[in-house]
């Protein structure tokens, strides 16, 4: 599996996804056959990227008094999904908000999962209040606060090594397993004991490196309860685990965390927010997304600061081999490479004003799948903005999408979902990238990439400054020439790219939080 098929997961847990229905008694099991029988006319419009029709097929079941009270939650997380294929964050959120509400007949753990999906939604929504993200992430915890914990009493937790676990939904080719690479090689051997634990079966070669430096990989088939995996874990007496997918892909490893299998639990990188928990103790963040001093009250957890950057980039090789040669375009040519459900209209209204102060530019937008649906309802997008056919060229997913990294002279970030990995290859590709950054955690990860590799003036605290910032460096072209050239060593040289600085920085906090906990307990 490729990059780009990788950045954002989506957190969709119905058809067309890796998640397998959970195990469940025989009665369950009936009952999931019962509505997937029913709502197999609708399945079948999704598998075929039709949602119009497959909302269309729901609306006439519905009528018909197909489903009884104890089926509608289905019936909405359907309708979520057929809403994400329109790229629509905000009916999305309303359908899974209406799942969550009717329980009637809903498992627990399908709706945890179908919760998770509704928070990982809420980071597309530019209109939503900062109290209302962080209330909904709290809600969260109630529903898990009644699963039966695990104990840990100390004599269980005397190793000659520190055991630290990371729960992650697979450990293959993709954004956060190179954002993890370095804690899984780098670490001190005499120190500690790493273990890595992937709750779907997949591997590839970079599963295969990754078992070559660390004590244990276990993953987990399709079907296992989420109890046996906590379990497992449980048995392994891992210290600290640390769970780097958190909401995404309907939060499985949330709701491993929920039965406590080590002492200490810790989350981040692999999402954008707190996970509203109060199983898990710490969240892993750094002075620029969440500065000293604020947005504790934001978080479930104790926030771990680090000094400089949270995320550590590891360059996957087909970064590394990316060819190509910059020249300054005239006119300028500004790029997007984030996936086309994070451009909402509110973005797209900045690029267009962008767009009327430098009439002359090209926007290059590309996708990171191959989806011809996306393509489509970001055109209309645009032909509703106003924006002339021949000023934007959009592209679909492509294994050699880097190459056309050359082909733009500025990188323009999304908002309020901003770029994570997408940024990264920028930067070592040598790209500005302007961003936008707010108030959350997950709106600031373009701010503490930039400010980290020494161009905090690439961020923009306001709609304004970003429209002024874009406008201002497209009339530069010395600047953008040298920039393009400086950029690539600058990354190199970044805290972002410092692999045992970071490494050393995240065992320091290991060391801090599990004298912590020996101390309490």
Not at 92 to 112: D, N
Not at 259 to 279: E, H, K, L, N
Not at 285 to 305: K, N, V
Not at 387 to 403: I, K, N, Q, V
């Amino acid at each position: 599996m490729v990059r780009w098929e990788q950045e954002g997961w989506n957190g969709l847990t119905e058809e067309g996804t890796r998640l397998a229905p959970p195990a469940g008694s025989a009665a369950e099991a009936a009952a999931y056959q019962a509505m997937d029988e029913k709502l197999r006319p609708v399945t079948q419009r999704l598998r075929q990227q039709q949602p119009e029709l497959a909302l269309d097929t729901l609306r006439a079941l519905r009528q018909k008094g197909v489903f009884q009270e104890t089926e509608l939650w289905r019936v909405y997380q359907r309708a979520g999904i057929a809403y994400n294929q329109m790229m629509d964050p905000e009916k999305v959120a309303e359908a899974y908000w209406q799942a969550v509400t009717h329980p009637a007949g809903m498992p627990l753990r399908k709706q945890q999962e179908i919760y998770s999906d509704y928070l990982f939604t809420l980071h597309y929504l530019p209109q939503l209040s900062d109290e209302e993200f962080h209330a909904k992430h709290f809600l969260y915890d109630a529903l898990v606060r009644t699963q039966e914990k695990l104990p840990h009493p100390r004599a269980r937790h005397r190793h000659a090594k520190l055991r630290i676990g990371y729960l992650a939904p697979f450990f293959i080719e993709n954004v956060t397993s190179y954002f993890l690479a370095q804690l899984l090689t780098l670490y001190d051997r005499d120190r500690y004991e790493v273990y890595c634990y992937s709750l779907w079966p997949d591997r590839d070669a970079l599963t295969a490196e990754f078992e070559k430096h660390i004590h244990t990989l276990r993953t987990f088939p399709a079907g296992t309860f989420i109890s046996a995996a906590a379990q497992a874990i449980y048995e392994d007496e891992i210290d600290i685990l640390f769970d780097v997918g958190v909401h995404t892909l309907g939060g499985r490893t949330c709701q491993v965390l929920g039965y406590r299998p080590a002492p200490v639990q810790v989350a981040g990188i692999g999402y954008m927010s707190t996970s509203g928990m109060s199983d898990v103790d710490y969240f892993l963040t750094d002075r620029y997304l969440d500065p000293p001093g604020t947005h504790d009250a934001d978080f479930s957890e104790t926030l771990i600061r680090l000094p400089q950057s949270h995320f550590c980039y590891t360059p996957p090789e087909q970064v590394l081999r990316a060819q190509g040669a910059y020249h300054v375009h005239a006119p300028v040519v500004f790029g997007s490479f984030n996936k086309y459900e994070k451009l909402n209209v509110e973005t797209l209204s900045c690029w267009r004003e962008i767009l009327r102060r430098v009439p002359e530019a090209h926007f290059l937008l590309k996708n990171t799948t191959r989806s011809p649906r996306d393509e489509r309802v970001l055109r209309r997008r645009l032909e509703a903005l106003g924006f002339p056919p021949s000023s934007y060229t959009l592209e679909r997913g492509t294994h050699d999408y880097l190459a056309r990294y050359h082909d733009v002279d500025i990188i323009l970030d999304a908002y309020p979902y901003v770029g994570g990995a997408t940024t990264c290859d920028a930067l070592l590709l040598g790209v500005p990238v302007l961003t936008r950054y707010g108030a959350r955690h997950g709106e600031r990860f373009g701010l503490s990439l930039v400010a980290n590799v020494g161009h905090p003036e690439f961020a923009a605290a306001t709609e304004q400054a970003y429209i002024e910032k874009a406008v201002a460096l497209a009339r530069d072209p010395e600047r953008m020439r040298a920039l393009h050239a400086s950029l690539p060593q600058e990354m190199r040289r970044s805290p972002v790219m410092d692999f045992r600085g970071y490494v050393r920085a995240v065992e320091q906090a290991y060391e801090a939080i599990w004298q912590r906990w020996l101390l309490t307990h």
